[in-house]
């Protein structure tokens, strides 16, 4: 499977540099929900950062976020 490893990736949070390390399939997805979105990635970034608990890191809560955008858009099942 290509891409399976993380990478890291730059993004700026309210004007603060960071970075997260996603896979390939992750970062594509989020970059296509932003896209969606009609948002900056960085924005997206700064909203998934904002709800997150202090538990959580950020790459995993953007995973979460992509996980569950995509759940969301799946039939639900009675």
Do not use: C
Request: hydrophobic fraction near 40%; proline fraction near 3%; glycine fraction near 6%.
């Amino acid at each position: 499977m290509t891409g399976a490893r993380p990478v890291k990736r730059s993004l700026t949070l309210r004007g603060h540099r960071t970075s997260v390390s996603l896979e390939d399939a992750f970062w594509q997805a989020f970059r296509e929900i932003a896209d969606e979105k009609s948002m900056a990635i960085n924005v997206l970034a700064a909203e998934i950062d904002a709800g997150r608990g202090v538990e959580t890191g950020l790459a995993t809560a953007i995973r979460l976020y992509v996980l569950a955008h995509y759940r969301n858009r799946m039939p639900q099942r009675e």
